[in-house]
T-cell receptor, first 109, second 120 residues
Framework: GQNIDQPTEMTATEGAIVQINCTYQ??????LFWYQQHAGEAPTFLSY??LDGLEEKGRFSSFLSRSKGYSYLLLKELQMKDSASYLC??????????WGAGTKLIIKP | GAVVSQHPSRVICKSGTSVKIECRSL??????MFWYRQFPKQSLMLMAT?????????EQGVEKDKFLINHASLTLSTLTVTSAHPEDSSFYIC????????????????FGEGSRLTVL
């Protein structure tokens, strides 16, 4: 079956760095997306990885290891507005995104 | 990036009535749109895949006759919740894949703002 595993909740301090891990099992693989979702709002795109390695985009970076079925999202210089849920979503062989429940990130001053 | 507009953002209706939610791609053509439902503190659940000019493909467990989807043009898909009941109260979100080469290469989805439905 298809499965996504992320921590349910994480807490970090403003200005710090946090890494949100994601392991997945899918039927085929066509890349992995990370989305940010604030409470009551729709998800917004953060990153897409299809090859192994690290993709850096400003304060956010995303890493992928296809052989391990593993990805992480790294957030640097945390700001209060980064408090949100972070959704790891791999794409299967049918180009369908598989959604997990996400990781709720709480930023404290 | 591409913009997807969803309307209405909030709707309250009486049990037994029907509600229509619109999803528009404003600056790109979307041959495929997706409709999701999200209950509080749960993940997005794909309800159906809407293809322009053809019938929608529904996920297992989603009632076709209750959730009517119409994708009449390359920029508009609608979801109608028929005979709504309190258990249909949820956050409904649409997304679309840009049909141009850039969007198609990455498969990136662009999401509407979401519609919160409350059935009394």
């Amino acid at each position: 079956g298809q499965n996504i595993d992320q921590p349910t909740e994480m807490t970090a301090t403003e200005g710090a760095i946090v890494q949100i891990n994601c392991t997945y099992q899918t039927s085929g693989f066509n890349g992995l997306f990370w989305y940010q979702q604030h409470a009551g709002e729709a998800p917004t795109f953060l990153s897409y990885n299809v090859l192994d390695g690290l993709e850096e985009k400003g304060r956010f970076s995303s890493f992928l290891s296809r052989s391990k079925g593993y990805s992480y999202l790294l957030l640097k210089e945390l700001q209060m507005k980064d408090s949100a849920s972070y959704l790891c979503a791999p794409m299967d062989s049918n180009y369908q995104l598989i959604w997990g429940a996400g990781t709720k990130l709480i930023i404290k001053p | 990036g591409a913009v997807v507009s969803q309307h209405p953002s909030r709707v309250i209706c009486k049990s037994g009535t029907s509600v229509k939610i619109e999803c528009r791609s404003l600056d790109f053509q979307a041959t495929t749109m997706f409709w999701y439902r999200q209950f509080p503190k749960q993940s997005l659940m794909l309800m159906a895949t809407s293809n322009e000019g053809s019938k929608a493909t529904y996920e297992q467990g989603v009632e076709k006759d209750k959730f009517l989807i119409n994708h009449a043009s390359l920029t508009l898909s609608t979801l109608t919740v028929t005979s709504a009941h309190p258990e249909d109260s949820s956050f409904y979100i649409c997304s679309a894949r840009d049909g141009t080469s850039g969007g198609a290469d990455t498969g990136e989805l662009f999401f509407g703002e979401g519609s919160r439905l409350t059935v009394l």
